[in-house]
């Protein structure tokens, strides 16, 4: 199948600035400090994540909120901003208190509760091009399971993108894709062997059973609004794109692939968001990067780099301190298209009707509808 392009959502001055935790492995060490975040040229919100590091078995790390520290933002080594604690961990500049320029330089000082001190190394705020393209492209794939061959095609999402009016272009792709669920909680029917099954809707349904005609099992009366029955599902990629050099065609990058999107009733039935954001990179920032897209790449591999070598560019005031993590300073340029089942070359079953709370079905969902979803 060819490349289709779409005309997409421009977005100016509302680009999202919120932090995603970043994936990572993180070395065995307990009570190491992680730290995530970012300022961009938007007027925010800029959110910082921190948390503690802790071994809890010995094939697994856990991330434990840390509260109650103090957080604050510099500019070119002049304070510009503090950071409240909105929830555990998660510390945010209102939105509209400050937005970042390209030239200067931002770096974060943190003072946990219990007086141990941290500050990110200064980085500069780079300019971005723009996207000037989200295409998908189907690609026919089978997979064996064991009831044999099954479908596994996928929707390519591609980006065409100008380089940006800089000689060296350090370039993250970002992508994020939402997708509508509905699903039926008030028609959930419990089944406890050896009793006979009945109507047990979930509370959330926002529907009780009420006395019926014999034999009915009761009726459904409808007494509050279900917060349970649509969310959206979230897709994302948790290894970086990242760009590279051998792509750029006269300042332009073309067809850099940022996912795939699995052609599933459950996905496509009924649309799909796709939001691709291109941000700007220092070096530091950019080398981060790279080492976490090799650590989520060559996870099989015996060429894996050590987890140890990915610090970022926190610095503890104390040597026995530890810590990881980045926070840095981007330009980001978003962009949003819809694409639907009218996209694949052919009909997609119908999803299965579930009974079930929206989240329960879904691992990565929301109940907050996307920005810009339509």
């Not at 002049?78 to 390209?102: D, N, T, W």
């Not at 939001?275 to 015996?302: G, H, P, T, Y």
Request: aromatic share 10%; glycine share 6%; net charge negative.
């Amino acid at each position: 199948m060819g490349i289709r392009s779409y005309p997409y959502l421009l977005v100016v001055g509302v680009l999202i600035s919120c932090v995603e935790p970043i994936s990572f492995e993180v070395p065995a060490a307990d009570s190491q400090l992680v730290v995530e975040g970012f300022i961009t040229n938007t007027y925010g919100p800029h959110v910082v994540l921190l948390s503690k590091a802790s071994n809890i078995e010995s094939d697994s790390v856990s991330k434990l909120p840390v509260s109650g520290a103090e957080v604050l933002l510099y500019e070119d080594r002049v304070l510009a901003g503090s950071f409240v604690e909105v929830s555990r961990g998660e510390y945010v500049l209102a939105e509209g208190e400050i937005r970042g320029e390209v030239g200067r330089k931002y770096h974060i000082e943190i003072k946990t509760i219990d007086g141990h001190r941290y500050h990110s190394v200064p980085d500069e705020l780079q300019g971005v091009g723009q996207i000037t393209a989200i295409k998908t492209e189907f690609e026919f794939r089978t997979q064996l399971t064991e009831t044999g061959e099954t479908d596994a095609s996928v929707l390519k999402v591609l980006v065409d993108s100008e380089a940006g009016n800089v000689s060296d272009p350090l370039i993250r792709w970002r992508y994020t894709a939402y997708y509508d669920v509905q699903t039926y909680p008030e028609l959930f029917w419990r089944d406890e062997p050896p009793y006979t099954p009945w109507k047990d809707p979930w509370p959330c349904s926002g529907y009780i059973v009420v006395e019926g005609p014999p034999g009915s099992g009761g009726l459904l009366l409808q007494i509050d609004e279900c917060t349970c029955c649509q969310c959206w599902g979230r897709l994302y990629k948790a290894a970086p794109t990242l760009s590279n050099d051998e792509l750029i065609d006269n300042g332009e990058f073309r067809n850099i692939l940022v996912n795939e999107i699995p052609i599933t009733p459950r996905i496509f039935a009924k649309k799909v968001m796709i939001q691709v954001e291109q941000m700007s990179l220092s070096r530091a920032a950019f080398d981060f990067f790279d080492l976490i897209r090799a650590q989520k790449e060559n996870a099989q591999s015996i060429f894996q780099p050590a987890s140890g070598e990915i610090r970022g560019n926190i610095i503890a005031q104390r040597a026995d301190d530890l810590v990881v993590g980045i926070f840095y300073a981007t330009s980001i340029d978003r962009q949003v298209i819809f694409v639907d089942s009218t996209d694949v070359p052919y009909n997609i079953p119908e999803e299965t009707f579930m009974t079930i709370p929206c989240d329960s079905l879904i691992k990565h969902s929301t109940y907050l509808m996307p920005d810009l979803w339509e």
